[in-house]
């Protein structure tokens, strides 16, 4: 027999049984604890990415715990063929605490930016405008990684190899309402914005802008569709981004967060702009199970408490002071604080993966970014004491940077 022993305990990339699509850092974690996780052999990190913003709620919370597991022990799994009470439930929740009268469920935020994109389109269809099937996106957006969100994302880095992309969306720069009323057509069917960028840097979307936008989807019959994968659920301290602005979309995707760990995604739409989604339009077979729906509830229950969400804003007012400091004492490897709340990052004067790796042997996690960003994402429920272990540990990384490579001035 061939000596597999030797292939299966070597961790290279080519002789993983995994696919190579992922650049996975050389740690594995065993256990975790609210905003702590604890490496296979021993070591105690700070989570400060959430799983990209997905651990709402940190890790082993007891309340998404208990609400897991009552519900394995009553029912799993039985098909959007009959009701499910948990979704009904959610859905009223999510429908009672946002501009939504309709929500679609699905396991990803990727799923729910194509049920957005199908809403759109549909919307148009059954209004009599079937030629409204374009939609105009931003430079530097993400929206996932299906064959129609890369074509929604715009970029050639992540679908080189891949043609034919889907087609029906114009991107325009970011920020720039002239090309954005310059793109619209009689083909143009929504707008889709992210109203903070994540992926791309960390970047806000200003109200004034929001409110264009909003004045140019009245004034062309456009639907305005607002991407809050990583935005929502109480990230920026509001239960989702928009909600500083106070200028609502007619569609929204949600996904990461809302299921605090469990692949849980939601597509939330007014019901005009639902009004296509007739049976047979659109399905999941796991989306809306009972078991997300039991944890994605719990977390609701938790995150849309004011008082939780005042939480949110003071530790991210006080996370981003402490950030602060440490780019006026290390200007030659940090230039800038970026964000809202706990969806913050540092724009990096050094490469961004030095960054990132040297605050992992400093013991704290982060998430690379575009524009040479780091992501801090810590879990909702992360303390003030928690930051201050934070900056200490950022602290010993950026000096590591600074001391093992010369670095261009901050620009």
């Known amino acids: 027999m061939a000596p597999v ?3 299966a305990t070597d961790k290279a990339p080519e002789n993983s049984p995994l696919y190579g699509v992922f650049a996975r850092a050389p740690v594995a974690f065993a256990r975790g604890e ?3 996780l604890e490496t296979t052999d021993g070591r105690r990190l700070l989570d400060f990415s959430s ?3 997905v651990n709402a709620l940190g890790h082993a919370h007891p309340v998404l715990v208990k609400a897991l597991t ?3 022990g009553k029912l799993w799994h039985v098909s959007n063929l009959y009701q499910i009470p948990e979704q009904e439930a959610l859905a009223a929740r999510l429908v009672a605490l946002t501009f939504a009268d309709k929500v679609f469920f699905g396991n990803s935020g990727a799923e729910a930016v194509e049920c957005a994109i199908k809403t759109v389109r549909r919307y148009h269809f059954v209004s009599g405008h079937p030629e409204k099937n374009r939609i105009i996106t931003f430079a530097g957006a993400f929206h996932g990684r299906t064959l129609a969100a890369l074509s929604a994302t715009g970029s050639a880095k992540y679908s080189e190899g891949m043609a034919p992309m889907p087609d029906g969306f114009d991107q325009v720069p970011f920020g720039d309402i002239k090309a954005v009323a310059a793109a619209i057509t009689p083909a143009t ?6 109203p903070i960028q994540g ?10 802008f929001l409110r264009e936008l909003r004045e140019l989807c009245e004034k062309h019959g456009l639907l305005l569709v607002y991407d809050e994968v990583q ?10 981004a928009y909600q500083w602005s106070g200028i609502e979309p007619d569609v929204m995707t949600v996904a990461k967060g809302i299921g605090g760990g469990f692949p849980l995604g939601a597509c939330l739409a007014t019901a005009e702009a639902a009004k296509g989604m007739t049976p047979g339009m659109h399905n999941s077979t796991f989306g809306g199970n009972p078991l997300a729906m039991a944890v994605g509830k719990a977390l609701i229950d938790v995150v849309a408490d004011e008082a939780f969400l005042e939480h949110v804003r003071d530790v991210g007012i006080y996370m981003k002071q402490r950030l602060a400091g440490l780019v006026d004492s290390h ?3 940090v230039a800038e604080v970026r964000g809202e709340g706990l969806l913050s990052g540092l724009r990096c004067v050094a490469p961004v993966a030095d960054v990132v790796a040297a605050m992992r042997d400093a013991g704290i996690l982060g998430a690379p970014a575009g524009e040479n960003v780091v992501r801090l994402l810590p879990p909702l429920i992360v303390t003030n004491a928690e930051i201050d272990e934070a900056i200490a540990r950022l602290e010993t990384a950026l000096t590591a940077v600074a001391r093992a490579q010369p670095v261009a001035k901050a620009g």
């Open 34 to 36: 609210g905003a702590w």
């Open 5 to 7: 022993t030797d292939k």
């Open 231 to 240: 935005s929502g659920v109480g990230r920026t301290g509001k239960l989702f």
């Open 51 to 53: 799983g990209i913003a």
């Open 189 to 194: 069917a929504a707008i889709m914005i992210e």
């Open 199 to 208: 992926e791309g840097g960390v970047r806000l979307v200003p109200t004034a």
């Open 70 to 72: 009552d519900q394995a």
């Open 331 to 333: 200007p030659g490897v």
